[in-house]
Each structure stands twice: as structure tokens, then as C-alpha cells.
């Protein structure tokens, strides 16, 4: 995939017409709590939700090629600062720690282990996810008695904004990330990390600054989502769906290309709603084969084939990647 | 003061002594060669330069102050720069981004989009590769991704470049238009560090020339004592 | 105070037993195939399931159904080695982005055969009785079951170890382990040798399976569990260590066994911290490379 450079892409106006579609679609979903259909709110909250988080898992995971199944772990951090924080402040600051908290969580975490190479990361992230989960598990059993916690209520409009507006905040700051030498770096490192590193890019740095701002957006969701369940426990709050899910719906759409990467979201959490219900086993196998089927033959997900199809639709002249 | 020195510098690898007590110094605007037998220790002395390996012992000098210990990322930002044995170029970007990176990160200065863009223009103009700035860079023949290699660690800004084996896989013709490179490089006031195996490139381009053999410095002088040495030409045809 | 001891230690080794066969078949298929099966864990609910339907279905003695279980966990693993982990080898462009594409279909992997699973032998859990008549060792009472285990699981073990010492295709195995393309261009058929190795995880992970099916309930998704275990008992024997599996498995059944005696809940707790510190102090394990 090229990235044009900076100098061409901002001379091009080819973004212009998508750009008003995208900020007539926003009024429009913003506006949908006074006229929508009462479920449409809660349904699409949830959509919200797995967009941040594969958006997030590819803002890290995308570039730098190390899979990080660490999405719950940030996630369920920010469920926990709802459930011990919610009643006591207001919503924003709740969202907000809630991100922060997710956010400091990741520096340690990746200035501990972004040194250690491919499958050791990822295993390690997994670790981390059961090791949070049995602990907080453990310390609640013993301590506070109770497994579980009651998280403050919000109504469902409240919840839905928050989700649509930490939306638009992660989609915006993946594309601006991607389009900015930032993302070049980052690119470059996934590719070369030595080569990048001598040509005076502080790789850790990098590295750990892009997991912790993929970590805040996941916390933040991850507050906002707790007050919609109203009860959790760490079982809930650390579930590795989040983790894995957020993977299947990127690779599927395509990890290369935002777009892809949202309609990957968009396309299994909508499945997810209309079949978890009914039929939780099918929707779950059909996940799997997704996945199998996506890693053996479609390496640019979704969005590869699209890109692909158009390329042959335009005359098969040079298309550049 | 020398540009660039190292004393004692050592560095195992298990049990095994890869470079082994070397002595090194390259003056200001030099061109200075290293030459030895495969598995004599001159790329692990470049890594040990650049920071990608760290020394057992030993101190390395860039201008004066000593850089051991330090990273990659700021030695580069220093002003040393090198390029690598297996082409490292980042092959799914296009060429002028791989450039555009060595701008916008290789120095401390802030660096806007388009002045950047213009920079790598200019330093793929130099090397010789205008024409392929859009191309993905692993598209590119092996002698361009070297070229490629050149130009990125040029947009650095470095004092002093470190070239390893270069010139290996060329035919006669790239060797001769490397060389000229090479001598352009020194031209604009960069010194120059550079492992060779192509003979005839290094005794024509280079002021002054160190053998390494087993880890050790075996020797160094101006490229005719080099040539006539006998223990050099043992070394070479001995193993 | 000595009871307690030899309670805790024989506990801990019959765990440790179970542990160190399921952590092998892990290893062979990363140490020697490259594939890190994240869906070890349901090969090993198969194994178990299937099982426990023949028990109670058909009146097939657990120990005997081995015979049928084993083998056909073999070809199932040979099959998906030479059909999905065969082309993903050829398509990846590098290792490392190889083993990041076989876990990823592994994962995969793992959803489809659960699911499978729930839609064959529903979500309820369950169980049968065999062998569950009490020993006493030293003093202390074990269930027969988890003797019969703990020898098993040695058994296999101790075959296995014979069978990659002693054995051409053993040797081609080691050789594989070290350096696939090396061992190649030896002659050794590094296809056969590699779908061979990953055949016999998951035939491992079945025998697993046959042995956690005496002891204990089993559904579907009964296999992540055991999963994460293998995975942290091979990295603490060290990543392409199959005789430090071993070792490492019985280390971390008889660590748990202690913690246990001191506080149920904390045991995985334990593991999980000894598996972090590992990774970030000593990655390479205790034998790795």
C-alpha cells in the first residue's frame, strides 16, 4: 500500500466530496436519539463500541506488526473505573480517568515488553489479560466479598453520544496518525525496525506512545459500556472476545486501510446483534471460518478485494497499491 | 581530534570474540577503508559503531565525546549515519517516503511536509534514482534499493557515513558509478567508513585502509602498503 | 506435617503429569512446526468429549478408546497441517509473519472447533465414573484415576522421548526442530516431517483429553484453560524444548499443588505472574534456546 507523500496528499482534492458525506452521516447519527427508532440507539452503541476497539488494536497492532491481544485488558480497565468511580463524579471526568488509567496501564506494560519479539509479545499480552482478570478475581472474593460491582446508571441516549463522539475522536485520530510522519515512522518500523531506529527514529518511544493513546480510546469505551450493563465483574470486564474479536473484524476488513477496518467492525458487530441472540453457536463458527478463510486467502481482508476488483474495473492499467 | 575512534573495542559472542581489542580512528574527511576475510568482524565493528550491537568493552569516540551506551536513534541524530549489509530499505513504502523518514527524523530540526518532500527529491536526484520516486521500494533492482539505502542515510545529515559492502552483487559499470558516488559523498565534506570486499574499488577510492581478521586489527596504511603487504595477502588466501 | 508434604508433592506431580503431556504437544507443534496452536486447548476438549460419548454411548472403556481417539486426533492435525498451515508457509513472506498468521488461524481454528462442539454436545456439563475408587499412598488417599494419570501421562512421555532419540523419523524431527531448511536439503522430507509433528500434538492433545474426561467434567469450552497452561509450561521449559515441557509441566503442577494448600484461589494467580516474570526475566525458559 503506498502512502503518498504528505506534500501530494494535501494537494489532492480528492477528499473533499467523501469528507461532506462522512459529516452529513455524522449530523445525522447525532441527531438520531430525538428521531430514531428507540433500539437503533442501543444497537449502534454497540457498534460504536467494536469500531473503537478494532480501530484501536490496528492503530497499534497494524503498524508495528506486533499482535497485541491486551484490547480487553484496556477495556476492562476503563469497566472498572466506571464501577469505582461512576457514582462519585461526573460522566466526562469518569470517561476520561477511565482512558487515562488505561492509558498509563499501557505505558508500563509497553515499556516492560515491546522490547520482546513477535509471539513472546503477543503471548504475554494474553498473560497479562488472564493474569488482571484472576487477580482482580481473587482480591474481590477476598477483600470486598463480593465478586462483582454495581456501576452507576446512565440512560441509553447519554451513552449512545458519548460512544458516537469517542467514535469520531478514534477514526479521526487513526487517519490523521496514519496520513502524519508519524505513521510513516510507524510503518517503517513494523518493516525495518533496525533500519528505523538508525535513521533517528526512538523506536520504544514510538512504539509505546501509539499503544498508549489506543489504550486511552479503549478505556474510554470501556467506561462509557459499563454504565449500559450496570453490573460487572471481572469475568465481564475481562472477557478475551475483546481481545480477539477486535483482530478477526480488522483482518477481515483489511488492516492496511482504515475504511476496511471500520466496515470490518461495522459488518460483524451488526452481524454479532442479529445472531448472538438466537443463534450464538452459528454466529461464533461462522466468525472462526471468517477468520480462517480471511488469513489463508485474503491477506488484505476485505478492503483488498475491493481495492482489487476496482483495479480490474478501471482498465488494468499500473494501480498503485 | 579524530571524527570518529574506538579503543580496545571488544565484543563476544558467546564464547566466541568477534572483534577482539580494536584500535580504529577516522579523520575528518577521509575515506577510510575495511577490508578482511568473511567472518573477520567488520560488520559486527560497524554495529558496535552505530549502537545496534553493545561493546564488551571498549570505548567508541564520535567527535570527541564518547557515544557507548547510547542508542541507535541518537547516535544517528549525532551525525553518524550507515547503511546495511542485507538491504534494509522499507520495501512497501515508495522510495521518497523511505527518504522523506531519513529528513524528518535523522536530525533534531522540525522539518515541514513539502520542505521534506523537495529534501529527498534533491537526494534521490543525487544518487541517481529521480525518476523512481513513486515506485515501491521493493520494486526496485538491487543496486537502486542500495542507492535507495544511500540517499536515506544522506537525508540524515551525517559527518560520518558508514557504507557496508555497498559494491557487493554490482557489475563493473554500477561499481564505477559507486565509486564515483562515494567520491561525490566525500565531496560535500562527509567522511567516510567503508567496508569492501570489491578490491579494485577500495584501493582506488580509499586514503587509508584497515584489516581485520578474526576480530583483530591486523593492519592499516595507505591502500599501496595494504597491497604490497605479504601478512595481508596470506590472510586472504591462507583461509 | 510429612503426610502434608507427600499429599501436596503427589497432588502436585499428578497435575504436573497432566500438565507436562499437554505442554508436549504444544511444543512439538511450535518447537518443531512453528505453529503456535492457540487451539491446543480443543483439540484437547475433543479428545475428552469425544470420549465420554463413547463411554456412555457405546460402554467404550476410557483407556481403550485411546486407541480410536489417538490416531484420529493424528490424522486430523496431519490433514490441517498439509491443507491450511502448509499454504499459509508458502504465502507468509517471512517466519515471523508466518507465526503470526498460524496463530491467527488458529484462532480461527479454535472458534470453529468450540462452536462445533457446543452445537454437537450442548452446554451442559458432563461426566462419567471410571476408576474413581481410592488408593492410599503413604497414608494419603488419590483417586485411582489420577494414578492411572499420572502413569499415562510418564508413559507417553518417557515413549515419546525414546521415539525422538532413537527413532530415523525421531532424529528427522530433532533436525527439523534446529533447522527446517537445513534438514531439507538433507534429505529429510521437512513436509511430511513437519505435518507429522503437528499430527502428533494434536494426538497428544487427544490422549490429554481421554486422561481429564476420568478425572473430571468436561464441556466445550473446557479447552482455553488448558490452553494458557501448556502455553506458560512451555515457555518456563523454554520455547522448542520438548523434554523442557516436560519438566517444566511437572514444576508447575507441583508449584500449584503448594500454592494451593495455602490459598485455592491464588494458584492461577501464581501461574500467571511466574509466566510474566518469565517472559519479561528469562524468556528462553528453563532449556530453551
Redesign the interface.
Known amino acids: 500500500m503506498i502512502q503518498l507523500s504528505w506534500a501530494s496528499i494535501r494537494a489532492s482534492k480528492s477528499y473533499l466530496i467523501p469528507g461532506i458525506i462522512l459529516l452529513l452521516g455524522l449530523i445525522v447519527l447525532a441527531g438520531l436519539p430525538s428521531f430514531g427508532p428507540k433500539y437503533s440507539v442501543i444497537f449502534l452503541s454497540t457498534i460504536f463500541m467494536y469500531i473503537v476497539l478494532t480501530t484501536g488494536w490496528v492503530m497499534f497492532s497494524g503498524p508495528t506488526r506486533q499482535i497485541s491481544l491486551a484490547t480487553a485488558v484496556f477495556f476492562g480497565i476503563g469497566i472498572y473505573i466506571a464501577a469505582i468511580l461512576g457514582k462519585h463524579m461526573p460522566l466526562l471526568v469518569m470517561v476520561l480517568i477511565g482512558g487515562l488509567a488505561s492509558s498509563v496501564m499501557a505505558l508500563l506494560v509497553g515499556s516492560l515488553t515491546l522490547r520482546l519479539k513477535g509471539v513472546y509479545f503477543t503471548i504475554f499480552t494474553f498473560g497479562l489479560l488472564e493474569l488482571i482478570k484472576n487477580a482482580i478475581n481473587w482480591y474481590e472474593v477476598t477483600f470486598t466479598g463480593t465478586r462483582g460491582r454495581f456501576v452507576v446508571v446512565v440512560d441509553n441516549n447519554t451513552i449512545y453520544l458519548y460512544m458516537l463522539a469517542i467514535t469520531v475522536l478514534t477514526v479521526l485520530t487513526a487517519f490523521l496518525i496514519r496520513r502524519s510522519k508519524y505513521g510513516l515512522a510507524l510503518q517503517s518500523i513494523g518493516e525495518q525496525e533496525e533500519a528505523a531506529a538508525h535513521i533517528g527514529i526512538n523506536v520504544t518511544l514510538m512504539k509505546v506512545s501509539i499503544f498508549a493513546i489506543s489504550a486511552f480510546f479503549m478505556g474510554a469505551a470501556g467506561a462509557v459500556m459499563a454504565t449500559r450493563w450496570t453490573y460487572i465483574d471481572p469475568f465481564m470486564a475481562f472477557n478475551m472476545n475483546y481481545s480477539f474479536t477486535p483482530v478477526l473484524m480488522a483482518i477481515f476488513g483489511g488492516v492496511g486501510q482504515l475504511g476496511g477496518v471500520v466496515s470490518g467492525a461495522i459488518i460483524f458487530a451488526y452481524l454479532e446483534q442479529i445472531l448472538i441472540t438466537k443463534y450464538p453457536f452459528y454466529y461464533m463458527l461462522v466468525f472462526g471460518i471468517v477468520m480462517v478463510v480471511s488469513v489463508l486467502f485474503l491477506p488484505n481482508g476485505l478492503a483488498g478485494v475491493v481495492k482489487n476488483w476496482r483495479a480490474r474495473t478501471t482498465g488494468g492499467r499500473y494501480v498503485r497499491t | 581530534m579524530f571524527v570518529l575512534e574506538g579503543q580496545g573495542v571488544t565484543k563476544y559472542f558467546g564464547g566466541l570474540a568477534a572483534v577482539s581489542d580494536v584500535d580504529f580512528h577516522v579523520d575528518q574527511g577521509e575515506i577510510v577503508g575495511l577490508i578482511g576475510p568473511n567472518g573477520a568482524g567488520k560488520t559486527t565493528l560497524f554495529g558496535l559503531i ?1 549502537a ?1 550491537l553493545v561493546p564488551n568493552s571498549g570505548t567508541i569516540r564520535f567527535k570527541g565525546e564518547n557515544i557507548t551506551g547510547l ?3 541518537q547516535i ?2 549525532k551525525g553518524l ?2 547503511t ?1 549489509q542485507s538491504v ?7 522510495v ?3 527518504v ?3 529528513v ?4 533534531s530540526e522540525r522539518v515541514k ?2 520542505q ?2 523537495n529534501e ?1 527529491d534533491r537526494l534521490l536526484e543525487f544518487v541517481g534514482l529521480s525518476g523512481r520516486a ?1 515506485v ?1 521500494a521493493k520494486d526496485l533492482t538491487l543496486v537502486n534499493q542500495k542507492l535507495l539505502e544511500v540517499a ?2 544522506l ?2 545529515k551525517p559527518e560520518v557515513l558508514l557504507l557496508d559492502e555497498i559494491m557487493a552483487g554490482l557489475n563493473s559499470t554500477e561499481i564505477t558509478q559507486a565509486m564515483e558516488l562515494v567520491s561525490k559523498i566525500r565531496a560535500q565534506g562527509i567522511t567516510i567508513f567503508m567496508i569492501e570486499h570489491v578490491m579494485k574499488a577500495i584501493m582506488s577510492v580509499c586514503d587509508r585502509i584497515m584489516v581485520l581478521d578474526h576480530g583483530k586489527k591486523i593492519a592499516e596504511g595507505t591502500p599501496q602498503e595494504i597491497a604490497t603487504s605479504k601478512m595481508v595477502v596470506e590472510v586472504y588466501l591462507g583461509e | 506435617m510429612f503426610v502434608t508434604i507427600l499429599d501436596v508433592g503427589i497432588a502436585g506431580l499428578l497435575m504436573g503429569g497432566l500438565y507436562a503431556l499437554i505442554a508436549m504437544g504444544l511444543s512439538l507443534q511450535y518447537g518443531v512446526a512453528r505453529v503456535l496452536n492457540i487451539g491446543h486447548g480443543e483439540f484437547i476438549m475433543l479428545g475428552a468429549l469425544a470420549t465420554w460419548s463413547l463411554h456412555t454411548v457405546l460402554g467404550i472403556n476410557p483407556l481403550l478408546s485411546l486407541v480410536i481417539c489417538a490416531p484420529a486426533g493424528f490424522v486430523l492435525g496431519y490433514i490441517l497441517h498439509r491443507t491450511m498451515y502448509k499454504r499459509l508457509m508458502v504465502t507468509s513472506a517471512s517466519p515471523g509473519i508466518f507465526e503470526g498468521n498460524s496463530m491467527l488461524a488458529s484462532f480461527g481454528l479454535l472458534f470453529i472447533i468450540q462452536n462445533l462442539a457446543y452445537l454437537i454436545w450442548g452446554t451442559r456439563y458432563k461426566a462419567y465414573s471410571y476408576l474413581a475408587v481410592p488408593v492410599n499412598l503413604g497414608g494419603a488417599l488419590f483417586p485411582a484415576n489420577s494414578l492411572v494419570t499420572l502413569g499415562f501421562s510418564l508413559l507417553i512421555g518417557i515413549v515419546f522421548y525414546i521415539f525422538l532419540v532413537r527413532t530415523r523419523m525421531g532424529k528427522a524431527i530433532r533436525a527439523a526442530a534446529q533447522d527446517a531448511s537445513t534438514a531439507g536439503l538433507m534429505g529429510v522430507n521437512i513436509n511430511v516431517v513437519l505435518a507429522l509433528c503437528f499430527g502428533l500434538g494434536v494426538a497428544m492433545a487427544a490422549c490429554a483429553g481421554m486422561l481429564i474426561s476420568m478425572n473430571y467434567s468436561v464441556f466445550p469450552s473446557m479447552g482455553m484453560e488448558y490452553t494458557v497452561i501448556a502455553i506458560i509450561v512451555v515457555v518456563l521449559g523454554g520455547l522448542g524444548s520438548i523434554p523442557g515441557s516436560f519438566i517444566g509441566g511437572i514444576l508447575l503442577g507441583v508449584l500449584g499443588s503448594i500454592v494451593t494448600y495455602f490459598d485455592a484461589g491464588l494458584a492461577l494467580v501464581a501461574y500467571y505472574v511466574i509466566f510474566i516474570l518469565l517472559l519479561l526475566l528469562k524468556p528462553t525458559g528453563l532449556m530453551g534456546k
Do not use: Q
Request: proline fraction near 8%; charge should be positive.
Open positions: 552505530s545496534a542508542r541507535p536513534h544517528c541524530k549515519a550507515r546495511f534494509k530499505v522499507f520495501s512497501d513504502m515508495p521518497i517516503n523511505n522523506v523518514l531519513g524528518h527524523f535523522g536530525t511536509a513539502a521534506a518532500a529527498a513513486m515501491p536515506r542515510a537525508a540524515t
